[in-house]
Structures are given as C-alpha cells and as structure tokens.
C-alpha cells in the first residue's frame, strides 16, 4: 500500500528536487520553488527566510561551481522532524568558508548571513561535488 504524506504529517519527507541551470537567475526561480513548497506545508512562518537563503545558496554555487555557466545545481528541500531543510548541491568539490568581510567589501557576505539567520548552517562532500545546506525550525517538535 502506497502512503501520501500529508503536510504535517510524516517526518524526514522529500518536499522538492529541482535542476537548476548554473546561472544567476536560477535564484529567483528557487524562491519561487521554496516559497511554494514552505507555504503549502504549513511553513508560511519561515517562507521569506528560507526564499533569502535560498537565494544565498544559488547564488554562491552559480558563481564558485566547476560547471560552466548553463550547467546544473541541484535544489533539494525536505522536511526532517521539525526543520525545513534547504540544499544546493554543485560540482565544485571545495567546501565553502564563512568569510566575515569588511564593512566596504562587495561580496563575500552571503554565507555569514545564512549563519545568522539558519538555525543551522552546514555542507557535505558528494560523490561529486558538494551540497550546502540550511535548517530552518519550522514546525513544532513532534512527540515521541
């Protein structure tokens, strides 16, 4: 017997996984993609937090991945107990670093920001590559 989850209902669930194309404005349609799926599981609280990071992760993996520009990233969101979990996998196999840049500086920001407003921050080798990550608490914890 096949079993639909329902928002709310199930934990450590698969809400999307989308190919990106490696470019800039992949960003705003991950958003979109982010948006949609935090709304329509019940996670309107923490939408326009995770549309920002995604944004973040998007753009950091457009412009350090080793594809080319017109390649793909992969966006994966997920649901795991209480949290909303956002990846952005890439094929760049050298794990990011949070920069705390100056004041004047231009770039190099996206990272520290997605520290300050994830609940947790993280990445993982891939076989190929990397997956960047954010956790937003997003749901009330369920009971044991």
Known sequence: MTRCALPGDVSGVLLAD??????????????RIVKAVACAWGAAAVA???????????ANASKHAQDRLGTN???VV???????RIEVHDANPA??????????????????LAETL????GWQVLA??????V??????ALPK
């Open 135 to 140: 956790e937003l608490a997003a749901w009330p």
């Open 78 to 84: 997920s649901r795991d107990d209480d949290r909303l």
């Open 73 to 75: 990233l992969r966006l």
């Open 18 to 31: 989308v190919r990106l194309i490696n470019a800039p404005e992949s960003a705003s349609a991950a958003r």
């Open 95 to 112: 794990l990011p670093r949070v920069r705390h840049g100056g004041l004047l500086e231009e770039n190099g920001r996206g990272l520290l």
């Open 48 to 58: 326009d937090r995770a549309e920002l990071l995604v944004c973040e992760l998007v």
């Open 118 to 121: 994830a609940d947790r921050l």
């Open 128 to 133: 190929r590559g990397k997956a960047v990550y």
